[in-house]
């Protein structure tokens, strides 16, 4: 949180010195943007729709982080299919298979050193990751969605999920009801056949 | 026009009747009514037509045929509805019920055969109901994920399940069917691609079930979110079967309550349910347990000629000793 002194007790000014100081020193539009995030990550939210504020910033956060995992994700693979290329070249400049054989060969280099690769934790750490960063990025475009589409007076997921949470606890007492007729119909028999006997 | 478009990609090819409907599942019975009974719980990943791939290729053909009365529980995909049904409501509702209808119907618990994640189900229900089951079959069942070479559970316990869910609702099925394929892509890939050019010459028998495969494959259900979370924080990331601290609905689920016998199978070579994750079994039940393993994969137990050779085969002897041992000895399950 932006904090600051005196008569600027937001520190607003403060941010906007340090912005033109980033700005200044960025030597791409890049860098620019990337400063400015940086600067004005820790702003507090002010005037109207703060929640929605809120949620432009995190899909903001959460689209850099998904790109950020997409990134990494792709270079690891990048370089695992070329450690496989350079082995599948390496072995039909060794002997002189014929075209046919080719997919095969390939299919034999590259699937155990892909189920190794697999087991890194490294490459288990960016899957995982790149699931991760996609289910906040779309949890949050998903409550953004919700938000316009309820100010259109639209159905919205979250009120379906309403309906559906509703649903599912009618349905567990409904359950829970009839396992108490079974039960005292089970007792009504036992009596029965105890009158019975 | 697409020369597969006239083929029957998603029906089972066994003849089979509907005898009931629960919440969330039809029960299907394959068999002679007066045979003895056995209840299959398939996973609620992917659709059980795999299980009826082909007459020469169906578990349920192979089953009936060895004097064994086949039931399906066949899972009804959820919608949007449907998001928050937990294990509890397949356990405690879906399967209860079809239980206690066979047991209704044949005057004998049946035994349950759970499939894959169908496995986890079927020990449950057999865990916090021990006296209405006959024994208990698992076929590829992940019932300990504590191996390091378990893949699936490694890269499972870094995922945070609950933000998945809150993006997703349900979980969609065509993106895990996805998920599981990069596990082996290369295999599902070019392998079995590059056998299309065999299918030239193929009989219109061995191209439908080429396609079933493949439709099978890519064209799983969607998954409610709410039992999908469950499964994976608790039997993946916890590990809570095995460990003895899982709770269905609040009430403690302990695989040493099962006291039925229990036959467990599972493949060599499986890159979903490793042996690491299916094996040993025996010594976590209370019951008699015999383990089977089998080379292949995880669908050469479902689809493999040595598993319908020998597998099933077994398992129908098991079962029909399992009636014999029980016959005129109706559990003492409340069967209204």
Known sequence: MVTGQGNDPLGIMELLHKSTQALNEAESPEAAIQALREQWAEMPILGPFPQRQQLLQDLAGDSARYQQAINQQLSAAQAFFNDCLGEFQASIEADETAPDDWAARWIAIAEPRYEAWLDQPETQDNIAELINAWSAYTKTLRALTDEMLEDLGMPSSRGLDDIAEELQRMRRRYRQQLNELRADIEALKAAQAASDG | ?336
């Open chain 2, 1 to 336: 026009m697409d020369k597969t478009s006239a083929l029957d990609l998603a029906s089972y090819t066994t003849p089979h009747e509907v005898v009931s409907d629960t919440d969330n599942a039809q029960l299907l019975r394959f068999g002679d009514p007066a045979l003895p009974p056995l209840l299959i719980i398939y996973s609620l990943v992917n659709r059980p037509v795999i299980l009826d791939l082909s007459p020469k290729r169906s578990v349920m053909t192979t089953l009936r045929t060895h004097e064994v009365c086949p039931y399906l529980l066949a899972w009804r995909p959820p919608q949007a509805a449907r998001r928050h049904l937990g294990l509890a409501d397949y356990i405690l509702g879906d399967i209860a019920e079809a239980v206690n209808w066979i047991t209704r119907a044949h005057q004998q618990a049946p035994a349950l055969l759970g499939v894959c994640q169908g496995g986890v189900l079927a020990l449950c229900h057999a865990a916090v109901q021990p006296a209405s089951v006959a024994g208990v079959i698992t076929l590829a069942t992940p019932w300990n994920n504590s191996g390091n070479d378990n893949r699936l559970a490694q890269i499972a316990k870094r995922i945070d399940i609950s933000a998945l869910i809150a993006a997703t609702g349900n979980v969609r099925g065509p993106g895990l069917a996805t998920f599981f394929a990069a596990l082996k892509p290369f295999a599902l890939g070019p392998q079995r691609y590059s056998a299309l050019t065999a299918l030239a010459q193929a009989s219109s028998q061995e191209i439908t079930e080429f396609m079933r495969m493949e439709r099978w494959m890519y064209d799983g259900p969607d998954l409610a979110g709410t039992a999908f979370a469950e499964f994976a924080e608790q039997i993946y990331q916890k590990n809570a079967l095995a460990n003895a601290t899982l709770h269905i609905d609040s009430e403690p689920v302990s695989l040493q309550a099962i006291q039925a016998p229990v036959l467990n199978a599972y493949a060599l070579d499986d890159h979903l349910v490793p042996p690491s994750a299916a094996q040993d079994l025996a010594q976590a039940v209370s019951g008699p347990a015999t383990e089977m393993s089998l080379p292949g994969g995880h669908l050469s137990l479902f689809i493999g000629r040595r598993a319908h050779a020998e597998l099933y085969p077994k398992i129908a002897d098991w079962v029909l000793q399992r009636s014999n041992e029980n016959t005129c000895q109706l559990r003492n399950t409340p069967v209204i």
